[in-house]
């Protein structure tokens, strides 16, 4: 089955830089990759999410990347701000299957001021 | 999106006894699943709701110990059988409605002592 791993755990950026956040993903028939932000107490939030014939998308201050040759997917936040401060989870999904999505282990982004 | 509730929020519950927790949407949707977030952790992905067929259980969760329901479009059940303080965790409902989208209810936060 799919295996979705993501890194870092734990990123700390100083507020107005940019974070990467990194994804790979096993299951070469994945075609579809949404990010999760998670607030402390809150239920996972969609932000923002690629399908495989896309390499990129943007949304403001948002961007996902794909390389399905690679197998990788990354997120990126630019122009860091303290209300970015969560908990960041990839996911990947095969969409002809029922739509079950596979999470990464996430990662804990801090803004610091 | 849709607009998905839970109920209960949260509950102390005693080991051995059992919990029902309820999810409602305010639209048909054409799936729903049921999830597992332990203190700190990713979301694990307990099993598929159908509706008017049993529910699909991922491997290492069954059916005698996370009994499921879905009577309808719009509704869905998850029971934790005889619990133990493992089962602490927050239980959380998603819902897609076709477009691939996954979005999650608020959350149960159970504690079992």
């Known amino acids: 089955g799919e295996n979705v791993e993501q890194h870092p755990s734990t990123l700390s950026v100083q507020e107005g830089d940019s974070a990467v956040i990194k994804c790979t993903y096993s299951d070469s028939a994945s075609n579809y990759f949404p990010w999760y932000k998670q607030e402390l107490g809150k239920r996972p939030q969609l932000i923002i999410d690629i399908r495989s014939n896309v390499g990129e998308k943007k949304d403001q201050r948002i961007a996902v990347t794909l390389n399905k040759t690679a197998k990788h997917f990354s997120l990126h936040i630019t122009e860091t701000q303290p209300e970015d401060s969560a908990v960041y989870f990839c996911?990947?999904?095969?969409?002809?299957?029922?739509?079950?999505?596979?999470f990464g282990s996430g990662t804990r982004l801090s803004i610091r001021p | 999106s849709a607009v998905i509730s839970q109920k209960p929020s949260r509950d102390i519950c005693q080991r051995g006894t059992s919990l029902t927790i309820q999810c409602q949407v305010d639209s048909q949707v054409t799936m729903m699943f049921w999830y597992r977030q332990q203190p700190g952790q990713s979301l694990t992905l307990i099993a598929t709701?159908?509706?008017?067929?049993?529910?699909?259980?991922e491997s290492g969760f069954v059916i005698d110990k996370f009994p499921i329901s879905r009577p309808n479009l719009t509704f869905s059940t998850l029971t934790v059988s005889n619990m133990s303080p493992e089962d602490s965790s927050i239980y959380l409902c998603?819902?897609?409605?076709?477009?691939?989208?996954?979005?999650f209810g608020p959350g149960t936060r159970l504690t079992v002592t």
């Open positions: 996911a990947a999904s095969i969409r002809s299957s029922a739509s079950k999505i596979i």
């Open positions: 998603s819902v897609d409605n076709r477009g691939g989208e996954q979005y």
């Open positions: 709701a159908n509706q008017g067929s049993e529910a699909t259980y």
